[in-house]
């Protein structure tokens, strides 16, 4: 099963715009043309069966990716989605992807361009072609500039070719060759659609007035929901990041005022990030909302994936990472706390999932040193697990810490059910 938002399906998606893209621009440049008479080339022959082929492999695509139903829950059932496939998407799929053109193309030319263009009800799919597997995201920036960078050439590309159908009908046209009509009608569009006249180009019929009055109508409304939206989006900042960035704002302003020496002002900078960071991912608080089996669950990942950054249990089986994780209580330690204290004897080791503490030991004199600082995702006093060892260094919180304590006698009885692993378990007394 394919997630709609993993990197082969987003490049997949991409490829998919592109040869639309041509599909569309080609399809409306011969319709425009009136050459229904022509057979087409041996090169747009070898595109249009290239063409069928692909979309008929992203058909098979479609059934294998997952989808957000209506519960807003990622669906990943194989019969599932393609009952939905088949459907929402899967009718205006297949009508597009069947080559109606190309089974018609030996009975007549004109044929194969009518039929041709019944691949352009493939453009109300665009809007559903990414999607995300998160229903709390959305779309990443750069796929919807992807999508602003078809949507808009596109129609500019449709707009120019009307024009020149409702101008030859008409006005007449003064250019002797297409490619130069399609010119004259591209920058009339442009000049009309950026807000900047009509040029050189001016309609004196009433149905090219029509048209160029609604065109203008349109051109205003795309304009101000471009810049007014579109502007919006691209400032819309994380509401996380905007909340560091105030806070730190506001500690500049506090020890600019007062005058705070450079030196002093650069360790708050140093560890100001890290508190923030820590107030702002209280893990209480994020997960209050859900429903108490589904916080266990996340907690009970979160503990994996601390135990997986300690090189000792990167090589333990799961089976045995779980039962080890099932002896990790989490505890709240309040700001200014000893987790663990110079010279008493170590009964386990902690990992700090939220917050960040200190690391300090103390000289022959008695006064203590700063070893460090550790933040989330870090571990400490591991040496307790496997050895009868004193502690050689203080750790006190700086900040509100979320733990997990693993206790030797918890760990120990947690591997006893696994005897064939214990040799993984070799640690360096720290």
Not at 45 to 65: E, H, N
Request: proline share 5%; hydrophobic share 50%.
């Amino acid at each position: 099963i394919i997630l709609p938002d993993c990197t082969f399906k987003l490049v997949w998606n991409v490829v998919y715009l592109a040869l639309y893209f041509y599909e569309c621009v080609t399809i409306t440049l011969n319709a425009t043309r009136g050459h229904w008479d022509e057979f087409p080339t041996t090169r747009e022959i070898v595109l249009a069966i290239a063409s069928t082929v692909f979309f008929t492999i992203d058909m098979y695509i479609q059934t294998r990716t997952a989808y957000l139903n209506k519960e807003i829950f990622v669906d990943d059932d194989r019969q599932s989605i393609i009952s939905h496939y088949m459907r929402t998407w899967g009718g205006v799929d297949l009508l597009a992807t069947i080559p109606f053109a190309l089974i018609l193309l030996p009975i007549h030319a004109s044929g194969y361009h009518i039929a041709h263009m019944v691949k352009l009800v493939r453009l109300i799919r665009i809007p559903a072609l990414f999607k995300t597997s998160n229903p709390l995201r959305d779309l990443p920036k750069p796929v919807v500039f992807l999508l602003f960078c078809f949507w808009v050439p596109l129609m500019l590309h449709i707009f120019a070719c009307i024009w020149i159908v409702v101008l030859e009908n008409t006005e007449g046209s003064a250019a002797t060759e297409f490619n130069q009509e399609y010119n004259m009608a591209l920058y009339w569009l442009l000049t009309v659609t950026s807000t900047v006249g009509f040029g050189d180009i001016t309609p004196k019929q009433n149905d090219t007035r029509w048209f160029a009055m609604c065109l203008m109508v349109i051109a205003i409304v795309l304009n101000v929901g471009f810049l007014g939206s579109g502007i919006a989006y691209l400032m819309r900042e994380n509401a996380m990041r905007k909340h560091v960035k105030d806070r730190k704002e506001k500690l500049a302003s506090v020890l600019d005022f007062y005058a705070i020496p450079w030196s002093l002002q650069k360790e708050a900078f140093t560890i100001f990030p890290h508190v923030v960071s820590s107030s702002l991912n209280n893990l209480d608080e994020i997960l209050s909302d859900l429903p108490p089996f589904i916080q266990n669950k996340i907690y009970s990942h979160i503990k994996l994936q601390l135990l997986g950054n300690v090189p000792m249990f990167q090589t333990v089986p799961r089976e045995v990472a779980l039962a080890i994780v099932g002896a990790m209580p989490r505890q709240f330690v309040p700001p200014n706390t000893s987790i663990i204290k110079h010279g008493e004897v170590g009964e386990g080791m902690f990992f700090l999932a939220q917050g960040m503490v200190e690391v300090v030991t103390k000289d022959e004199s008695g006064e203590e040193l700063l070893v460090g600082n550790l933040k989330a995702g870090s571990w400490f006093g591991e040496a307790a697990l496997m050895h009868e060892v004193t502690r050689t260094a203080s750790v006190r919180s700086l900040t509100v810490c979320a733990i997990f304590h693993l206790k030797k006698a918890d760990f120990q009885r947690a591997i006893k059910k696994f005897p064939e692993y214990k040799s993984l378990f070799m640690t360096e007394k720290a």
